[in-house]
Structure formats: structure tokens, C-alpha cells
């Protein structure tokens, strides 16, 4: 799977580049056609210092996207993360779902 990282307007630092990546290695439970992540990061400025995080998942035919906001970069990444999960889990079992019934209707 290959993984970009933008951060608009600063220099994410290395330790969140990799944090960020393990956390991403992680999806491959849920779904194994994973060809590509997009993360972005970016902030507001003070007084709100809200810290944004966007992931952009793309599969074979689907596209799926998360973005979440926190006090901190690692808080947003994780609640980002858990709706990237959810969709996939859902996307999974529905084709699971889907493969069945066909494969049901085939053999009659």
C-alpha cells in the first residue's frame, strides 16, 4: 500500500509521519486491496487550535474518506482511523454478503 502524508502550512515531524504510517499498516485486517492512502494534516490558528486530520483510502472500485479534528495530531488520527474501520468493515461484509447470495444462486 502506498502511503502520502501532506501537512499544509508546516513540517509534520518525522515521529508523526511514522505514527501514522504503523497506524495505517494496521487496516490491511480489515481489507487486503488497499491501494493507496492520502493523510493530510493541517491546524487552525489560536484561539480554536484545532488540529485536522484527513484520511483518504482507495480501494479498486471505492473510495472512502474520514476527517476528524482534536487538541492534538495523534488524538485526530486515531478518531480518523476508527471511521476509516467502520467503512471498511462494513464494505467488507456487504461484499461478503453479496458473494454469497450469488454464489447461492448459481448452483440452482
Known amino acids: 500500500m502506498n502511503i502520502n ?8 515531524k518525522e515521529s ?21 492512502a492520502d493523510i493530510i494534516f493541517s491546524y487552525d490558528k489560536p484561539p480554536k487550535n484545532h488540529k485536522y486530520c484527513e484520511i483518504i483510502i482507495k480501494l479498486k472500485d471505492k473510495t472512502m474518506t474520514a476527517k476528524e ?32 447470495v450469488s454464489d447461492k444462486y448459481k448452483s440452482i
Not at 24 to 35: Q, S
Not at 90 to 100: A, G, M, P
Open 69 to 100: 479534528f482534536s487538541e492534538e495530531f495523534d488524538k485526530a488520527i486515531d478518531k480518523s482511523l476508527e471511521k476509516i474501520e467502520t467503512q471498511l468493515y462494513k464494505y467488507k461484509d456487504k461484499n461478503k454478503s453479496q458473494k454469497y
Open 16 to 36: 508523526l509521519q511514522k505514527y501514522t504510517s504503523d497506524k495505517l499498516d494496521l487496516l490491511g485486517k480489515y481489507n487486503e486491496d488497499i491501494l493507496h
Open 5 to 12: 502524508i501532506t501537512a499544509r502550512h508546516f513540517k509534520a
